[in-house]
């Protein structure tokens, strides 16, 4: 079957720096995206990996080891606004996202 | 700015009433457009795949018959919910798929959130 695999809740501290785990499975591969979903809004485009190795985009930073179905998500120097749900979503072989209940992020002063 | 809009954002409607919710797509013209649903804390569902001219694909478990789906042109889909209950009451978010030079990405609609009394 498909799944994914992120801790439920993480907390950490304003200026910081935070590594949002993900593990996955899926009937083939075509990248694993990573979006950010504040309360009551829509999900919002953060970060696409299809290739092993970092992509660095600001603040944000994704890692992808495909042959150990493994991502993360590196925020680096935490603001209060970035408190909110992540969601790792690789997506399978008919292109199709699939999506996990995600993290949720809590920033602490 | 947007790429993608629905409307309305928000309603409130009585139990056994129909709503219909838009969803256009401003930059491009997406021959597949899809139609999720998000409970409170939950993640989100795909409840259909919408294809421009022709009917959309509905998920397992989503009454096609309920939640109807017309996608009749590049830049428009909307989805009906037809004889709402108060367990139809949920956020409802569009998105399309952009196919640029080396990826597939996704944009998603600022959602519409239904409360069904």
């Known amino acids: 079957g498909q799944n994914i695999d992120q801790p439920t809740e993480m907390t950490a501290t304003e200026g910081a720096i935070v590594q949002i785990n993900c593990t996955y499975q899926t009937s083939g591969f075509n990248g694993l995206f990573w979006y950010q979903q504040h309360a009551g809004e829509a999900p919002t485009f953060l970060s696409y990996n299809v290739l092993d190795g970092l992509e660095e985009k600001g603040r944000f930073s994704s890692f992808l080891s495909r042959s150990k179905g493994y991502s993360y998500l590196l925020l680096k120097e935490l603001q209060m606004k970035d408190s909110a749900s992540y969601l790792c979503a690789p997506m399978d072989s008919n292109y199709q996202l699939i999506w996990g209940a995600g993290t949720k992020l809590i920033i602490k002063p | 700015g947007a790429v993608v809009s629905q409307h309305p954002s928000r309603v409130i409607c009585k139990s056994g009433t129909s709503v219909k919710i838009e969803c256009r797509s401003l930059?491009?013209?997406?021959?597949?457009m899809f139609w999720y649903r998000q409970f409170p804390k939950q993640s989100l569902m795909l409840m259909a795949t919408s294809n421009e001219g022709s009917k959309a694909t509905y998920e397992q478990g989503v009454e096609k018959d309920k939640f109807l789906i017309n996608h009749a042109s590049l830049t428009l889909s909307t989805l009906t919910v037809t004889s709402a209950h108060p367990e139809d009451s949920s956020f409802y978010i569009c998105?399309?798929?952009?196919?640029?030079?080396?990826?597939?990405?996704?944009?998603f609609g600022p959602g519409t959130r239904l409360t069904v009394l």
């Open positions: 998105s399309v798929t952009h196919l640029d030079s080396d990826t597939s990405k996704q944009f």
């Open positions: 930059d491009f013209q997406a021959t597949t």
